[in-house]
């Protein structure tokens, strides 16, 4: 098998220096004309190829964006197709790997990827991240970062992220035109933003409503679908059990729902169901699951612009926040006034 051919090579065959080769390959003003278009017909001919390491090292770029994320779902999956595709058309690639809401796997994920010499980072925080130093150490190296979907206050970074308040409320909002009284939401994990953002949103609807909330109707457990259900299980023995309920992810709405039709309750004449994403699957469910819908694609090239721009410019984005807005697909699970209010998605 023959070895691939190197500038020394070019050098030898042209009885030039490999100095000479290298900067007539870079197209150098000092190269003699006649010299270059030798060394770059003859790299033609034996398929030189440049080594992508030494091209690196040489322009201190890879052109490569590591991307940070605490799962793969079709929600952040979406996202991460829109970084790519503004990525690609930029020039990068773009290395993935999923934190599976660990912090401890985030911390590895972040070191491979700096080995991996990647240009900057493109993150999304798992659930178990209190503290940031990983990441606070990459900006002290002066690589672009941006955070984007779960952004958190302790990074000052440009950030992404969907109106998660907005989101909240419109949830909320469209329960209690709907005729629900009693409301139970089932919040994410504490130290997340958009878990706290939601929430706020939710007693943002109940106050404009002036609706009294009742913190026994406040829940907080994991995005996980077995933990929702068994949460929404208990909250369905109470002797006053909620009229409605407002999930901040969908994975919470199917869990919820499981535990909902197992008490034998119907959606929408018992009981309310409202989650948060609109993944596919709820309009696929029996009934048909009401979701906050939010543009994933669009965050993720948002986020994905925003790196390149940091790439490409001098000035300090640290202080930059995009802000993308929710809408509510209503549908059967929550729609009891059917004249007033149409199906969507």
């Known amino acids: 098998m023959n070895k691939p051919a190197t500038i020394k090579d070019i050098a030898k065959t042209l009885k030039i220096s490999t100095s000479t080769v290298s900067r007539a390959l870079r197209n150098a003003h000092d ?40 799962n793969l779902d079709y929600v952040m999956a979406t996202m991460v197709r829109g970084i790519d595709e503004v990525a690609l058309e930029a020039g990068y690639t773009v290395m993935v790997c999923q934190s599976n809401e660990s912090f401890g796997r ?26 940031f130093d990983h990441f606070k150490k990459i900006q002290q190296k002066k690589m672009p970062m941006v955070v984007f979907d779960r952004v958190s206050s302790d990074l000052v970074a440009p950030k992404v992220k969907l109106d998660n308040v907005e989101g909240g409320y419109l949830a909320t909002e469209h329960l209690i035109e ?16 958009i878990s706290n953002d939601r929430l706020e949103g939710y007693l943002k609807a109940l106050k404009k409503f002036k609706v009294k909330p009742n913190a026994e109707l406040i ?21 006053k059990h909620p ?25 929408p004449a018992d009981i309310g169901l409202v989650g948060f994403n609109n ?4 309009s696929l469910l029996s ?3 009401s979701s906050v819908d939010q543009p994933a694609f669009e965050l993720g090239k948002t ?22 807005k929710p809408k509510l697909a209503v549908r059967e699970s929550s729609q009891r006034r059917k004249n007033k209010f149409s199906s969507a998605g």
């Open 31 to 70: 190269v003699n004309p006649k010299t270059r278009n030798a060394v770059l017909a003859l790299s033609e001919e034996l398929s030189y190829q440049p080594s992508r390491l030494a091209l690196s090292l040489q322009q201190k770029q890879t052109h490569t964006i590591g991307v940070i994320v605490p």
């Open 106 to 131: 985030e911390m590895v994920n972040t070191r491979r990827l700096l080995d991996s010499l990647v240009d900057g980072f493109i993150v999304s925080v798992s659930s178990e991240t209190k503290v």
């Open 178 to 193: 709907q005729g629900y009284k009693n409301i139970a939401i089932l919040a994410g994990p504490k130290n997340l933003a």
């Open 219 to 239: 829940l907080h457990c994991s995005f996980n679908q077995q933990d929702a259900y068994e949460t929404t299980i208990e909250l369905l023995k109470r002797k």
């Open 243 to 267: 009229d409605a309920i407002f999930t901040i992810s969908d994975r919470m709405a199917i869990g919820a729902m499981l535990a909902i039709k197992e008490k034998g309750l119907r959606m």
């Open 279 to 282: 993944e596919p699957i709820t």
């Open 287 to 289: 009934p048909s699951i």
């Open 303 to 324: 986020a994905a612009k925003l790196f390149i721009e940091q790439m490409h410019h001098e000035e300090d984005l640290s202080n930059i926040e995009r802000v993308l």
